[in-house]
């Protein structure tokens, strides 16, 4: 059974909340497009290539709204994912940017730390991270004043409380246009619209990342189980969307 079929099932306020999802975009368009003279919009989506984004992207291009894509392509992703990026570059009206990490910080830290590192500690799983995702997002958030994501507050415990904005980074503006959707919501938007998608889906990866860092989940599971699933519950996320106090944000800069 396919995602589609199994999943594809809209809350009663479906349109609804596609009709605030639109809004807010069409919104972040207007205040974060390209300046006069810029190269480029002062927003930008990143795009894990999961449902949720390609349905983001699907509605930036469907809307042609002044905002363009990234995606972080770690040097560990699935073949399934890497074929979805080509896809939907030589598709998408939207600009689509691939940023990948500094290749002499990945050679140094698997010559030092084994190819396997990830499941030795959470310090080593993070410092992964940090290398393959967390430098290059400052690279791809480079001179922008906000992103857009696709966090949903049912994915997880810890996002249950994710706002359609989120201005604590001084930095720049989080958007998560879909916070209040549900994951039946997700999938009758893709099977309305006929959006492609990762087909790693069909075999019950709700949440897909790197590789060696992501696993199908069972009946009942929470979505992102199949995440990091040796650790513990509290410490499953790499550094994108963790809330940092202010002070630390300030030391980033």
Not at 99 to 108: D, I
Not at 202 to 226: K, M, N, V, Y
């Amino acid at each position: 059974m396919s995602a589609i079929e199994l999943n594809a099932r809209p809350s009663a306020d479906f349109e609804a909340k596609l009709e605030e999802t639109a809004q807010l975009l069409k919104q972040i368009a207007a205040d974060y497009g390209s300046p006069a003279g810029a190269a480029s919009a002062l927003v930008s989506q990143a795009s894990s290539l999961g449902a949720e984004d390609m349905v983001i992207t699907h509605l930036i291009n469907a809307l042609q709204l002044d905002i363009g894509v990234f995606v972080l392509e770690t040097g560990m992703l699935h073949q399934e994912t890497l074929e979805l990026l080509a896809q939907l570059q030589a598709s998408s009206r939207a600009p689509v940017a691939v940023f990948k990490p500094v290749n002499e910080s990945v050679v140094t830290f698997v010559a030092r730390e084994g190819k396997d590192a990830m499941y030795q500690s959470i310090e080593l799983r993070k410092a992964c991270c940090n290398i393959r995702k967390m430098e290059p997002l400052e690279r791809a958030l480079a001179g922008k004043k906000a992103w857009i994501t696709g966090l949903r507050r049912e994915q997880s415990g810890a996002r249950a409380e994710v706002p359609l904005s989120d201005s604590s980074d001084f930095r720049r503006i989080k958007f998560n246009p879909l916070a209040n959707w549900r994951w039946g919501d997700v999938w009758h938007y893709i099977s309305l619209h006929q959006v492609a998608y990762n087909p790693l889906h069909d075999q019950f990866f709700p949440s897909i990342g790197c590789a060696p860092c992501t696993r199908a989940i069972s009946l009942g599971e929470d979505f992102r189980s199949g995440r990091w699933w040796w650790e513990d519950e509290t410490a499953k996320e790499c550094g994108l969307h963790v809330q940092q106090p202010v002070s630390a944000l300030k030391e980033t800069t």
